[in-house]
């Protein structure tokens, strides 16, 4: 089993260098593909209140002979429930579907400024956290406008906050802005899902010189660049490959070469509304 460290976030938590993506990841299939990531030592599992399997990802948790303390269950709140009320209902909602004690971090999903709630859903969490419902509290897809916002208003700094981060999207500005703030960056889709970028010339290239696979190699450049990937597969073989990351020892050209790579910002979260 890989030795997984640790990137220090606020409040000294702990957050493992790497996670579980769980969408898609459902009923007993789902609970089934969770367990075997937490048998290959996974420490880390991200899902959420839209992707309808808090329950599965719940499951395998509890069944699982990891010590729970050792595990951080991660789930998000989604836009509709925004209002403070509503925030705090769908709070508790997450934590009755996943049939644990607490949840261990809780995001919200996009920031929706249009809607101009965030903030408010921010001080429900802030809340939820005092009250021992969660552990951590984070943010997604936020610009530093946003995370401004909530500091401003709460004093309270998200614990990290999730972004699209592969290399076609490295988000090096919006990287930049997180850790200016004390917030670390994780990063969803780092193997750049809906693109072409695991048959990219530039990463088969460095790939080959390493010996290793298109995908390790683009978690590896996560890892770089102190960003927390969170790749996602139902293969346990897959699985083990993808936490096989934190030996491959990349050169600071290659990482600028594959960092050059940018092409696209992806969705916009001054317009990308999320309910």
Do not use: C
Request: aromatic letters at 6%; glycine letters at 10%; zero cysteines.
């Amino acid at each position: 089993m890989p030795d997984i460290p640790f990137l220090a976030g606020q409040d000294g938590a702990r957050i493992p260098a790497i996670g579980l993506g769980t969408y898609d990841l459902r009923g007993a299939s789902g609970v089934a593909a969770t367990a075997s990531a937490l048998d290959a030592g996974y420490r880390l599992l991200d899902t959420a209140f839209n992707y309808d399997n808090e329950g599965a990802v719940g499951r395998a948790v509890a069944g699982s002979p990891v010590p729970r303390e050792q595990l951080i269950y991660s789930t998000k709140l989604p836009g509709r429930y925004h209002r403070h009320d509503l925030a705090r209902w769908a709070i508790e909602e997450s934590l009755f579907r996943s049939g644990l004690d607490r949840l261990d971090l809780v995001l919200i999903h996009w920031p929706n400024p249009r809607v101009g709630l965030y903030a408010e859903a921010w001080r429900a969490l802030v809340e939820a956290r005092a009250d021992g419902l969660v552990s951590m509290i984070g943010v997604s897809n936020f610009l530093p406008e946003h995370l401004d916002r909530i500091i401003g208003e709460t004093g309270v700094t998200p614990v990290l906050n999730q972004i699209l981060v592969h290399p076609y999207t490295p988000h090096d500005e919006l990287r930049a802005a997180n850790a200016e703030r004390g917030v670390l960056t994780e990063g969803y889709s780092p193997l750049g899902k809906g693109t072409d970028l695991a048959q990219d010339e530039t990463v088969l290239r460095i790939a080959a010189a390493h010996g290793i696979s298109a995908a390790r190699l683009l978690l590896a450049w996560s890892v770089a660049i102190g960003v927390i990937p969170l790749p996602k597969s139902e293969s346990a073989a897959r699985q083990a490959e993808n936490l096989d990351v934190f030996g491959i020892a990349l050169t600071e050209d290659e990482v600028e070469q594959l960092s050059g790579l940018a092409r696209s910002e992806g969705a916009d979260p001054m317009t990308h509304e999320e309910f």
